[in-house]
């Protein structure tokens, strides 16, 4: 006798279920195709259960990313979804000549858009997120001047110049890293504390190049010329005048 249990989760649609995520082949495919629809329509439903099933987050529908698509929608909850999955391009560029990314799309939808609260919810999702690349200049400009053409308010610009800060600090620590493995001919060096003495010196060399040189101190005055000067008061100064009037 088969004691079998049945599945009781009941079908979707009358759409077939799946028990197990297969990706790649007709499965990824279907799958893809109904995560495209889900979005269009906003079924958060759908959009989990297709993901979960191995739908291509990264497709897209009309030349554009679905991520992209999900923020002109303003569909928080779905942006939500599709910026935990770990694959996603948070990047992906519009296939027009344009070359818009999400944050730039949602960044120029502020100034018409009827959604502005969940349009600056987005934004911040965007932000937050490690991945978003903020310096990306596309037709639209970058990040910061779309941000600052449609008004954006002053919290999200501040966001915005944090992201470039850090992005400029993980620069230059690339820059010290990589001067490191020159200077102590470690490919790895263990002890991070031989990055201090070269990232004092470079940041030194820098300041001392922007001002042109050496600092001047007093000892370098007094030594010019291979002679110690003495520096005059003010006192022997004025008698000097009067005795040279007389």
Same mark, same amino acid.
């Given at each position: 006798?088969?004691?079998?249990?049945?599945?009781?989760?009941?079908?979707?649609?009358?759409?077939?279920?799946?028990?197990?995520?297969?990706?790649? /082949?007709?499965?990824?495919?279907?799958?893809?195709?109904?995560?495209?629809?889900?979005?269009?329509? /906003?079924?958060?439903? $759908?959009?989990?259960?297709?993901?979960?099933?191995?739908?291509?987050? $990264?497709?897209?529908?009309?030349?554009?990313?679905?991520? *992209?698509?999900?923020?002109?929608?303003?569909?928080?909850?779905?942006?939500?979804? *599709?910026?935990?999955?770990?694959?996603?391009?948070? $990047?992906?560029?519009?296939?027009?000549?344009? &070359?818009?990314?999400?944050?730039?799309?949602?960044?120029?939808?502020?100034?018409?858009?009827?959604?502005?609260?969940?349009?600056?919810?987005?934004?911040?999702?965007? *932000?937050?997120?490690?991945?978003?690349?903020?310096?990306?200049?596309?037709?639209?400009?970058?990040?910061?001047?779309?941000?600052?053409?449609?008004?954006?308010?002053?919290?999200?610009?501040? *966001?915005?110049?944090?992201?470039?800060?850090? !992005?400029?600090?993980?620069?230059?620590?690339?820059?010290?890293?990589?001067?490191?493995?020159?200077?102590?001919?470690?490919?790895?060096?263990?002890?991070?504390?031989?990055?201090?003495?070269?990232?004092?010196?470079?940041?030194?060399?820098?300041?001392?190049?922007?001002?042109? &040189?050496?600092?001047?101190?007093?000892? $370098?005055?007094?030594?010019? &010329?291979?002679?110690?000067?003495?520096? !005059?008061?003010?006192?022997?100064?004025?008698?000097?005048? !009067?005795?040279?009037?007389?």
């Amino acid at each position: 006798m088969n004691t079998r249990r049945k599945s009781k989760r009941p079908r979707k649609h009358g759409r077939k279920t799946r028990s197990r995520r297969q990706k790649g /082949g007709d499965n990824e495919e279907y799958y893809t195709e109904e995560l495209v629809e889900a979005i269009e329509v /906003g079924d958060i439903d $759908n959009v989990i259960s297709t993901l979960e099933q191995g739908a291509d987050v $990264n497709t897209r529908t009309q030349d554009t990313p679905i991520l *992209l698509r999900s923020v002109l929608h303003g569909d928080v909850e779905i942006v939500k979804i *599709l910026l935990k999955q770990p694959d996603i391009d948070v $990047n992906a560029q519009q296939g027009d000549n344009t &070359g818009a990314t999400a944050l730039i799309k949602a960044l120029r939808s502020l100034k018409y858009s009827q959604r502005y609260e969940k349009t600056i919810e987005i934004i911040k999702l965007l *932000l937050k997120d490690k991945r978003t690349d903020v310096s990306i200049d596309t037709v639209y400009s970058t990040a910061f001047k779309a941000a600052m053409h449609n008004k954006a308010p002053q919290e999200i610009i501040d *966001l915005i110049r944090e992201r470039e800060e850090r !992005k400029k600090n993980i620069a230059m620590a690339r820059l010290v890293t990589e001067k490191a493995k020159i200077d102590t001919g470690k490919e790895n060096p263990e002890d991070e504390r031989d990055l201090v003495p070269v990232a004092k010196r470079d940041v030194a060399t820098l300041i001392s190049k922007f001002f042109g &040189g050496k600092r001047k101190t007093r000892k $370098n005055h007094r030594n010019l &010329g291979g002679k110690k000067t003495k520096r !005059k008061s003010k006192k022997s100064k004025r008698k000097n005048r !009067k005795t040279r009037k007389k």
